[in-house]
């Protein structure tokens, strides 16, 4: 029986795999080397999910492969010391896996080189690390509703109000330096890469909080609660501010015809990402009766929600935002209102804001009808709000 050999990270171990190893030891005894974490890290400028020794163990629990090593080496033929030890008659790889190089080394060492195209088992859907490292984490973003900017003490110091949020399904790619709160997803990202724990939402939120908001950060600037709040509480949610970087309250809503409401009449349209060195705080215009009008607008926002009144809804959502204008005129950075004038024309879009601080990013639309717009305006994203237990 002939030797075979392949070689890989396999760190997010899915069915591609298994199928490359079922096909490739239809030309012999397999035997397989795993890229060492160290390698991987140095050649892929990150960290594994699971460990050599963790990959080890499930590669070679699978009934298709005779055996499997940690490649020793580095770089893209970190697998030659695994040869030597193996003396392979045939070295398989698949259609992207190959390369000059790969095939001089066989030519060398008198070894058959193998290119095994990419196809699914029968009935399973392809997968590739490479596709499922495009949604493989399931942190949510949020959406800012309303009364946003209240969650800074020197806004809510003039005036306490609501700052209004909704958890997001990251079912689209959430693009850096948009307003969707990315610098905060981040920062949990390092915590838990893939998905947020199990554990009290709004103890979440405020350890989120916290670890974001180090006291020896050298910006010192501090994030607003808001962006933790609306990341780890799922639902529709509400936070009172009052001269204080937490807020005093919170108050949620996760009744299913509220929320699927929400969803019918919101969508998103891509702009550009808020530019390197674009300051959105300079120029502010803070005062007393801004910051009321600030909050009076959240106010109306959250009634018209719990009513489902779509025009009201749609005229506190626009006040809002006009009044965060009011106060950091430095949102509306150049390019913007060309997107405004655009999408404010259209007929069956009732209001729009930017999503957090603005300077660019997205328009996030309250629409007539959010599945019949997304059918007429291929760039719109719908949104799914994330439910408890998601």
């Given amino acids: 029986m002939k030797k075979v050999f392949v070689s890989g990270c396999y760190d997010l171990l899915h069915s591609g795999h298994v199928e490359f190893f079922r096909q490739a030891a239809q030309y012999g005894d397999l035997y ?20 050599e020794q963790e990959r080890l163990f499930m590669v070679k629990s699978i009934r298709y492969v005779k055996d499997a090593y940690i490649n020793q080496g580095s770089g893209i033929l970190d697998f030659l010391p695994t040869l030597d ?12 896996g190959g390369n000059d190089d790969k095939r001089r080394v066989c030519e060398e060492r008198g070894m058959e080189y193998i290119v095994l195209k990419r196809t699914p088992q029968e009935g399973l859907t392809a997968r590739s690390s490479t596709e499922l490292k495009k949604v493989e984490s399931r942190i949510p973003t949020r959406l800012d509703l309303a009364g946003t ?10 005036a306490p ?9 990251p079912t689209f790619e959430i693009r850096e330096r948009c307003g969707l709160s990315t610098s905060t997803r981040n920062m949990i990202k390092k915590v838990w890469p893939y998905q947020l724990p199990n554990m009290d939402p709004e103890m979440l939120a405020k350890l989120v909080f916290c670890f974001e908001n180090d006291p020896e950060r050298s910006a010192g600037i501090i994030s607003g609660a808001q962006d933790s709040i609306g990341i780890c509480m799922p639902g529709l949610c509400r936070h009172y501010y009052d001269n204080r970087f937490w807020p005093e309250k919170i108050e949620t809503c996760n009744d299913e015809e ?3 409401w929400l969803e019918a009449h919101l969508c998103m349209v891509p702009m550009f990402p808020r530019r390197p060195g674009c300051s959105v705080v ?15 607008a959240a106010d109306d926002c959250w009634n018209a929600i719990m009513k489902k009144d779509l025009r009201a809804f749609a005229k506190a959502y626009k006040a809002s935002f006009e009044d965060q204008v009011s106060l950091f005129p ?10 405004i004038d655009k999408y404010s ?3 069956d879009v009732l209001a729009w804001k930017m999503p957090g601080a603005g300077g660019g990013g997205y328009l996030a639309l309250v629409v007539e009808d959010a599945e019949q717009f997304n059918k007429e305006h291929s760039e719109a994203i719908r949104i799914t709000i994330r439910r408890p237990g998601m």
């Fill in 85 to 96: 030890i193996v003396k392979p008659d045939i070295l398989v790889v698949n259609e992207d």
């Fill in 345 to 347: 024309a259209m007929p």
């Fill in 330 to 339: 430095a949102m509306i950075q150049p390019g913007v209102q060309e997107y």
């Fill in 161 to 169: 109000g609501w700052a209004i949020t909704i958890s997001l399904e």
């Fill in 32 to 51: 397989v080397g795993i890229g060492s974490d160290k390698t991987i890290e140095g050649y892929k400028h990150h960290k594994t999910v699971y460990s």
């Fill in 282 to 296: 300079e120029g502010k215009d803070i005062n007393k009766v801004k910051v009321q009008a600030l909050a009076q």
């Fill in 258 to 260: 509220i929320l699927a």
């Fill in 149 to 158: 900017w209240i969650d800074q003490p020197y806004v809510s110091c003039f």
